[in-house]
Nanobody
Framework: QVQVAESGGGLVQVGGSMRLSCAAS????????MGWFRQAPGKEREFVAA????????YVADSVKGRFTISRDSAKNTVYLQMNGLKPEDTAVYYC????????????????WGRGTQVTVSS
């Protein structure tokens, strides 16, 4: 089993920045990719970004490209989502997840999920 836990959410003003963290524990060697998804009220959960543990390969959704950056610290089994230039439409619960195989850009690709962290962008 793999456990995934997000942290770093909260309230931020439009145009501000925020960094989310995702710590993975347990049998992390069984996972290949870590990803971030988000779900706004009344909307479907959508892919945000993903990164592979073993190589410098990232995937970023077009909706956040140029504003959001995903990175990892393999020694700490931690993945980060740096969010800049935040907009009200970025308000959502952000979920971190782990996948066994790459590529992984859809919900079905991921096996282990965190409980989510709320990000609210205030105007």
């Amino acid at each position: 089993q793999v456990q995934v836990a997000e942290s770093g959410g909260g309230l931020v003003q439009v145009g501000g920045s925020m960094r989310l963290s995702c710590a993975a524990s347990g049998r992390t060697f069984s996972t290949s990719v870590m990803g971030w998804f988000r779900q706004a009220p009344g909307k479907e959960r959508e892919f945000v970004a993903a990164i592979r543990w073993s190589v410098d390969s990232t995937y970023v959704a077009d909706s956040v490209k140029g504003r959001f950056t995903i990175s990892r610290d393999s020694a700490k089994n931690t993945v980060y989502l740096q969010m800049n230039g935040l907009k009200p439409e970025d308000t959502a619960v952000y979920y971190c997840a782990a996948a066994r195989r790459s590529p992984a850009t859809t919900q079905g690709d991921y096996t282990y999920w965190g409980r989510g962290t709320q990000v609210t962008v205030s105007s």
